[in-house]
């Protein structure tokens, strides 16, 4: 059983904060990723890790950084939101070895930039 | 530039029938491809995963299948229930470049299966 968990499920906060979104994962996987999905789109991947101080950029280009420090732990950070931030943001981990791995996903945030 | 397109967008059918959800892909240099259901307001949870060197892959009523060649993959739901209802992502896996086995993902298909 995947055991992902992000936080907060929703966020409704006013332009110019800015705001960390959690993600958590207790499977010991080496492999985390960002992704944001607008209504009835796709996802598009925003960042991705291999490990602990790995991090890199996504296919869609993103305002956020994010940062892996411990392997469980994969935060996401807006400096300073803006409206066209608005989408939710979804967060997902997979076994290394080979690519061969079935990514597993957290429930998501849904942030609102007023 | 790996693309994936799902078809149709959304589809409704009465409990109890079968039904197909198809997949296509520009790239096939792919490590695998992959079936994801996501529900209203959720994440989403791994259907079933083909790897390149596979055919097709089945977990209950579900069988999907993988055809590098035409660059497609389709989802075959057998006795369909109201419980089916859920948006399905197909998401194929890189194999190149520094991207290496992330995934593109297609819209989805909205299923809806009414009682």
């Known amino acids: 059983e995947a055991d992902i968990y992000q936080t907060p499920r929703y966020l409704v906060i006013g332009t110019g904060k800015k705001i960390t979104l959690e993600c958590s994962q207790t499977?010991?996987?080496?492999?985390m990723y960002w992704y944001q999905q607008d209504p009835g789109m796709e996802l598009h991947l925003i960042h991705y890790?291999?490990?602990?101080?790995?991090?890199e950029k996504g296919d869609l280009s993103s305002e956020s950084t994010v940062s892996r420090i411990r392997t469980e732990h994969f935060p996401l950070t807006l400096e300073s939101a803006r409206p066209s931030h608005t989408s939710q943001y979804l967060c997902?981990?997979?076994?290394?070895?080979?690519?061969?791995?079935?990514?597993?996903f957290g429930d998501g945030t849904r942030l609102s930039i007023l | 530039k790996q693309e994936v397109t799902q078809i149709p967008a959304a589809l409704s059918v009465p409990e109890g029938e079968n039904l197909v959800l198809n997949c296509s892909f520009t790239?096939?240099?792919?490590?695998?491809l992959q079936w994801f259901r996501q529900d209203p307001g959720k994440g989403l949870t791994s259907l079933l995963l083909?790897?390149?060197?596979?055919r097709e892959q089945t977990s209950g009523r579900l069988n999907a299948s993988l055809d590098k060649s035409s660059g497609r993959s389709t989802l075959y739901i057998a006795a369909s229930q109201p419980g089916d209802s859920a948006t399905y992502l197909c998401?194929?896996?890189?194999?190149?470049?520094?991207?290496?086995?992330?995934?593109?993902f297609g819209k989805g298909t909205k299923l809806s299966v009414k009682p």
């Open positions: 997902a981990s997979s076994e290394s070895g080979t690519s061969n791995q079935p990514q597993h």
């Open positions: 499977m010991g996987h080496d492999k």
């Open positions: 890790s291999y490990g602990v101080n790995s991090t």
């Open positions: 790239d096939s240099a792919i490590y695998n």
């Open positions: 083909i790897q390149s060197s596979q």
């Open positions: 998401a194929a896996s890189s194999l190149g470049g520094g991207s290496q086995g992330n995934l593109i």
